[in-house]
């Protein structure tokens, strides 16, 4: 990596204070409309603050009593106060308790029979009681169960399988059987494989040419073809390439210019490309693809959970990627 001048530096101090500033914006109508994010932007948050060594900078107790009170009776955790269960809600609750080292502060004998009871016959996951299935919900369900060491509760095997009829001929991977090539599935897809031991089904070479054609002229990477780039799939796409072990197979300067280049250097944050509105949800994909790409002074992200390595690395679970 060449030396990234003063101009073009993570302007970390700054994205603490945003982070540390999102709960105090109730006078904001994106603060109403987004509370059904509550719980995914806080988990967003804490691991951009803890990948820039920053953890402390939210109230732990306040963090854990609240997250504690959005689990329902049947062991699904809702977006907010008064918001159904879902599992990706769930997940993000686990996530934070076990960086918190809190785990035991729920209930997680219940969130195993939550998220048990979602799987269809065919190895599939439904998000909620409404039954939507999508290959995002089976990586979430593998990484729910695994971070609590809970895999036995599902049909893993029969979840493979399932994602594997949503490979397509590019070696992508869609939301569904039948759906087209998507870098945000495919991480999902991968990193599933990955925790279920199941690499080997993937095509390598054929799907890392795919993901390292979303890099565009400008460094940035998009979801598909002849989208514009995104911060966000620094992640999805870095973040699955790194699985395989093939970052190699993209500029990674240009990529680093990029994601500087769409920080807000006022009040902090990262936006979805240079020029737009920050939010915390880029803010973090920004923070984890810099980690990954190697970024001076930042924590290691675990390419499969997006959680920093150290959070992973003490819950003892393998390293099934190349990275």
């Known amino acids: 990596m060449t ?3 003063s101009t073009d530096e993570l302007l970390i101090p700054l994205h603490v204070k945003y982070i540390q500033s999102l709960d105090t914006r109730k006078d904001d109508l994106e603060y109403w409309l987004t509370e059904h994010l509550r719980l995914n932007g806080l988990y967003w948050g804490l691991t951009a603050l803890d990948l820039m060594n920053h953890i402390d900078a939210l109230p732990r107790e306040k963090v854990i009593n609240y997250v504690q009170s959005l689990q329902h009776a049947n062991g ?13 809600h769930t997940l993000s609750a686990v996530q934070i308790m076990v960086t918190l080292d809190a785990l035991d502060a729920i209930n997680v004998d219940k969130v195993v029979e939550y998220i048990q009871n979602l799987q269809n016959e065919d190895g599939s996951f439904r998000g909620d009681e409404w039954g939507e299935v999508d290959t995002r919900f089976a990586y979430i369900a593998l990484n729910c169960l695994s971070l609590v060491k809970r895999l036995d509760a599902i049909e893993v095997d029969k979840t493979v399988e399932w994602i594997l009829q949503c490979k397509n001929y590019d070696g992508g991977f869609g939301s569904q059987p039948g759906a087209e090539s998507h870098a945000g599935q495919i991480f999902c897809c991968v990193a599933a494989l990955a925790i279920a031991d199941a690499l080997h089904h993937v095509d390598r070479d054929l799907l890392s040419w795919w993901l390292c054609e979303r890099q ?20 999805w796409v870095l973040s699955a390439l790194s699985i395989l072990g093939n970052t190699h197979w993209i500029d990674k ?24 509105m920050v939010d915390v949800f880029h803010t973090l994909f920004g923070i984890a693809g810099l980690s990954l790409l190697g970024y001076p002074g930042l924590k290691q992200v675990d390419p499969v959970y997006c959680m920093p390595k150290y959070v992973i690395s003490g819950l003892g679970l393998p390293q099934r990627y190349q990275q």
């Open 3 to 5: 030396e990234i001048n």
């Open 76 to 88: 699904g955790f809702g977006g907010d106060n008064h918001h159904d269960p879902h599992i990706t």
């Open 216 to 235: 565009l002229k400008n460094g940035g990477l998009n979801g598909r073809p002849q989208k514009l780039e995104d911060v966000c799939y620094s992640w």
């Open 253 to 276: 300067e240009k990529l680093f210019k990029f994601i500087l280049s769409a920080q807000d250097p006022e009040h902090g944050g990262i936006s979805d490309r240079p020029g737009d």
